[in-house]
């Protein structure tokens, strides 16, 4: 089990806002580790999404956005589109267990 | 352009040994740590281990700690992981990563290989 916990699937229909949540604890997020997130479409390599809590690589469409608050970390999809349907992964450092970690991982169906 | 590229995935039997290589260009390599992240059939991502770029330190998941040994040589821009005692939960596609970010609690893998498939099974 991941020291992060991430809700398993999230739905929304095309252009509807969801939000995926990513709760660490004080060893990780709350220790000041900052959050990234990566989305990753079965088959395919995993791409960078947001880094450093809230910002986006070059290309990465700005109807994602992503924020940090205390012990949790949220991936917003603005404008839900088909093309987002794949899977979402935060990651961060935590210092319990010195070294670097990824939570389980969310769907995201477009209905 | 800046790319890294997985080999050395196969199969191996269990309590076996075998050794990835991440090839890397178009950047830099000694400047960067540089880490390796697996994904096994139907699971999530797993990081398994980061070799720091300024400094010898290394990090590994206690899931791979005393049977996986990262190592690099910057003179050859490559990564490797030599993985012994392997066991069947180890099988899934091994995908190498370039670090970036500062400090090391804030590292993110900004560039990633296409991945190397290791099974073990006998």
């Known amino acids: 089990q991941s020291v992060l916990t991430q809700p398993p699937s999230v739905s929304g229909a095309p252009g509807q806002r969801v939000t995926i949540s990513c709760t660490g604890s004080?060893?990780?997020?709350?220790?000041?580790?900052?959050v990234h997130w990566y989305q990753h479409f079965p088959g395919i390599v995993p791409k960078l999404l947001i880094y450093?809590?809230?910002n986006r690589p070059s290309g990465v469409p700005d109807r994602f956005s992503g924020s940090k608050s205390g012990t949790s970390a949220s991936l917003t999809i603005s404008g839900l589109q088909a093309e987002d349907e794949a899977d979402y992964y935060c990651?961060?450092?935590?210092?319990?267990?010195?070294?670097?970690?990824f939570g389980p991982g969310t769907k995201v169906t477009v209905l | 352009e800046v790319q890294v590229l997985e080999s050395g995935g196969g199969l191996v039997q269990p309590g076996g040994s075998l050794t990835l290589s991440c090839a890397a260009s178009?950047?830099?390599?000694?400047?960067?740590?540089m880490s390796w992240v697996r994904q096994a059939p139907g699971k999530g991502l797993e990081w398994v281990s980061t070799f720091s770029g300024a400094t010898t330190t290394t990090y590994y998941a206690d899931s791979v700690k005393g049977r996986f040994t990262i190592s690099r040589d910057n003179s050859k821009s490559t990564l490797y992981l030599q993985m012994n005692s392997l066991r069947a939960e180890d099988t899934a596609v091994y995908y190498c990563?370039?670090?970036?970010?500062?400090?090391?609690?804030?590292?993110?893998?900004?560039?990633w290989g296409k991945g190397t498939t290791v099974t073990v099974s006998s």
């Open positions: 004080s060893s990780n997020i709350g220790a000041g580790s900052d």
């Open positions: 178009g950047f830099i390599f000694s400047r960067y740590a």
């Open positions: 450093v809590n809230s």
């Open positions: 990563a370039k670090m970036a970010g500062h400090p090391y609690y804030s590292y993110y893998m900004d560039v």
């Open positions: 990651q961060t450092f935590d210092h319990s267990l010195n070294g670097y970690v």
